[in-house]
T-cell receptor, first 114, second 114 residues
Framework: GQQLNQSPQSMFIQEGEDVSMNCTSSSIFNTWLWYKQDPGEGPVLLIALYKAGELTSNGRLTAQFGITRKDSFLNISASIPSDVGIYFCAGLMNYGGSQGNLIFGKGTKLSVKP | KAGVTQTPRYLIKTRGQQVTLSCSPISGHRSVSWYQQTPGQGLQFLFEYFSETQRNKGNFPGRFSGRQFSNSRSEMNVSTLELGDSALYLC?????????????FGEGSRLTVL
């Protein structure tokens, strides 16, 4: 089945540093999304991308929909302690009458040193 | 507006038993999806219901089933529990008929099978 390869699996960064993570797939998607999950909570949508090449920002977060439709990137600028959590990429391919379903990456666990 | 509510939050069962989990979507949302989250496999799609009809199903055995009621509340059932069914079960809702990938997740029901 479809799989998303998300990297890195985990990272430790100093507060104030910029963070980058990415997601690749052997399949194409027509939607890429990034979610964040805090401990004891469900994932929360951060950014949604609907067009190849699209670059979208949400505060300190910036995400891009790869031109090949097989990858996406998420950048966090000037990280702060509340950025700690697990970040998931997700891809969706729906076409015709099919609604599709989200395929999730395995997540990037972000830990910030105060 | 209240978020997605899942009950129970935690439960412990033994092998061979069955379990029913409940999900109340955000008011006005007619689509409910279920995901299984484990450390090894990540987030995996179970099924989606829209207006009481199952629209999509993931690659899980028939022991996993679900249903949706006329008020959009949903339940999922797992019969003949196995140790490997221990996981966080997440419910997510969305408003429209078309799947955009933008989901609102509940906090999950953590199932432990002994």
């Amino acid at each position: 089945g479809q799989q998303l390869n998300q990297s890195p699996q985990s990272m430790f960064i100093q507060e104030g540093e910029d963070v980058s993570m990415n997601c690749t797939s052997s399949s194409i998607f027509n939607t890429w999304l990034w979610y964040k999950q805090d401990p004891g909570e469900g994932p929360v949508l951060l950014i949604a991308l609907y067009k190849a090449g699209e670059l979208t920002s949400n505060g300190r977060l910036t995400a891009q929909f790869g031109i090949t439709r097989k990858d996406s990137f998420l950048n966090i600028s000037a990280s702060i302690p509340s950025d700690v959590g697990i970040y998931f990429c997700a891809g969706l391919m729906n076409y015709g009458g099919s609604q599709g379903n989200l395929i999730f990456g395995k997540g990037t666990k972000l830990s910030v040193k105060p | 507006k209240a978020g997605v509510t899942q009950t129970p939050r935690y439960l412990i069962k033994t092998r061979g038993q069955q379990v029913t989990l409940s999900c109340s979507p955000i008011s006005g949302h007619r689509s409910v999806s279920w995901y299984q989250q484990t450390p090894g496999q990540g987030l995996q799609f179970l099924f989606e219901y829209f207006s009481e009809t199952q629209r999509n199903k993931g690659n899980f055995p028939g022991r996993f089933s679900g249903r949706q009621f006329s008020n959009s509340r949903s339940e999922m059932n797992v019969s003949t529990l196995e140790l490997g069914d221990s996981a966080l079960y997440l419910c997510a809702s969305r408003e429209g008929r078309r799947n955009t990938g933008e989901l609102f997740f509940g906090e999950g029901s953590r199932l432990t099978v002994l």
